[in-house]
């Protein structure tokens, strides 16, 4: 392995190298996004309102079925970046290649548990009688694709920690680039309604999968992986799982809200709601997955730099991804703000819902800019292997803000107070994230200064001897 191929790292200059590593992962993540908002859009057009409600009571399940793909991902992601900058490439190797056995057997283990429990899952998440049928006949298909799924996000995840975001985002673009492509021709021109997104989805992620695992075979990776090295270890589970466990948290508190979301709405507003909340909540990840994938390629910056004791490398990247992040909510924001009801109408015919689910576009998404400094405040953590803050920082949003706002405020404001839920969590999680993150850089400033001391002393040494 030539273990020099992930030094640019520690050598380029911060806001290139940013874009070098950002950019595909942010366009990675807003194509990983389109699987979900493609399928509702075509769905919602071709089959009905109450199709696109049965998607938003699956989404949830595909969460926490991806959660551990995306736990196990990060914190092995975050150990390779360190290991790489250690000069340890054989460490980031067995990371790699232990992490993806891990995965596809832990995921073909719950894809099996939702095929035979198919119909109680979904009545737990929100399904009513009139929406059981179209989730249903959804979740057996995408259910059984799972495996391809996880792995495929596992594998964009280790590709993006030695520095391969290029390679990570084709999977990604091409998968969803397919699904496009499937989408009108199975839902429309057969027709299979439901069934038909489902198995597009199915398909496009075992394109991703494949094209993302022959760069191990073929060996095209900085990390190679032998058969050897897929052989799970312990002591790397234990530490991916305890860094990876705050993304887990972040999923979980996603699937968990959308639960009682599903429930809730259901209960103060009925199946439309529930249908609303589905069509704002994918065209917000239009934005919010960006800004993931931004911080996703910040991170390998962060911790090569980090684990180098580049510790002014580490400052500015953190200052210039939480610029770049703001630049791209912001865009995303004003669309949504200026235009709500042309949005909504991305998904659905209907005149009235269009006007409906514009008006609650426009308060959840309210204060969306904010996210920014959520995510990549919370990923620098991550990235530089602080497992407790990490772990604070992901429950912050979701777990402490936003599920009990969710819970308490519509008992006195009804379905508004659901929807105002989500500016109030977006503006304290943000300030809150602010204040650890600025404590941190003091911390890290006192660092560089005596990594400084240090390299002059042994400059004056060196000279001595």
């Known amino acids: 392995m030539n273990d020099r191929k992930a030094d640019f790292l520690g050598e380029e200059r911060i806001v290139p190298l940013l874009f070098k590593l950002g950019i595909p992962a942010a366009v990675g993540m807003l194509v990983n996004a389109l699987y979900n908002v493609v399928d509702t859009i075509f769905v919602g057009q071709g089959v009905g309102s109450l199709a696109i409600a049965a998607l938003a009571i699956v989404f949830p399940i595909q969460i926490i079925v991806s959660a551990f793909a995306q736990a196990l991902g990060a914190g092995a992601a975050s150990i390779m970046s360190r290991r790489l900058g250690e000069k340890r490439p054989e460490d980031a190797a067995r990371t790699a290649g232990g992490t993806l056995g891990l995965v596809t057997g832990i995921t073909i283990l719950l894809s099996v548990l939702l095929v035979l429990f198919c119909d109680p899952v979904l009545r737990f998440f929100g399904a009513s009688t009139a929406i059981l049928p179209y989730a249903r006949d959804y979740l057996l298909i995408v259910g059984s694709g799972f495996p391809l799924y996880t792995l495929s996000m596992a594998a964009s995840t280790l590709l993006r920690a030695e520095g391969n975001t290029k ?58 992986i032998t058969f050897k090295s897929l052989r799970p270890r312990w002591s790397i589970f234990r530490e991916s799982a305890v860094l990876g466990f705050p993304s887990f948290v972040q999923s979980a508190g996603m699937s968990l809200l959308a639960l009682i979301m599903n429930n809730n709405l259901g209960h103060y507003g009925g199946d439309q709601a529930i249908t609303i909340y589905s069509m704002v909540q994918r065209l917000n990840s239009i934005v919010i997955l960006p800004l993931i994938g931004i911080a996703q390629g910040f991170q390998p910056v962060a911790g090569y730099n980090y684990g180098a004791h580049r510790y002014d490398r580490v400052k500015t990247a953190l200052r210039d991804a939480s ?84 819970l308490v405020l519509p008992l006195f404001f ?28 003091r911390h890290l400033g006192e660092k560089h200064e005596a990594r400084n001391l240090e390299r002059r002393a042994e400059e004056a040494a060196a000279t001595k001897a």
């Open 414 to 441: 009804g379905l508004g107070g659901i929807w105002w839920a989500f500016p109030l969590a977006d503006v304290a999680s943000a300030s809150i994230t602010m204040t650890v993150v600025f404590l941190e850089l």
């Open 167 to 224: 390679a990570s985002m084709f999977g990604m673009v091409l998968g969803a680039g397919l699904n496009c492509f499937l989408d009108p021709l199975l839902i429309f021109a057969i027709p299979m309604g439901v069934k038909g997104a489902a198995i597009a989805t199915v398909i496009s992620q075992l394109s991703s999968t494949v094209f993302l695992l022959q760069l191990y075979i073929r060996k095209r990776t900085v990390v190679r």
């Open 323 to 406: 610029l770049i992040a703001l630049g791209v909510a912001l865009l995303g924001w004003a669309v949504m703000e200026v235009f709500p009801a042309a949005c909504m109408g991305l998904f659905t015919p209907d005149a009235g819902l269009r006007r409906a689910a514009g008006s609650v576009l426009r308060v959840m998404v309210l204060l969306v800019p904010t996210a920014a400094f959520q995510i990549i405040g919370s990923n620098y953590f991550l990235a530089v292997g602080k497992a407790m803050r990490t772990f604070f920082l992901g429950l912050l949003r979701q777990f402490i803000l936003l599920i009990p706002l969710a």
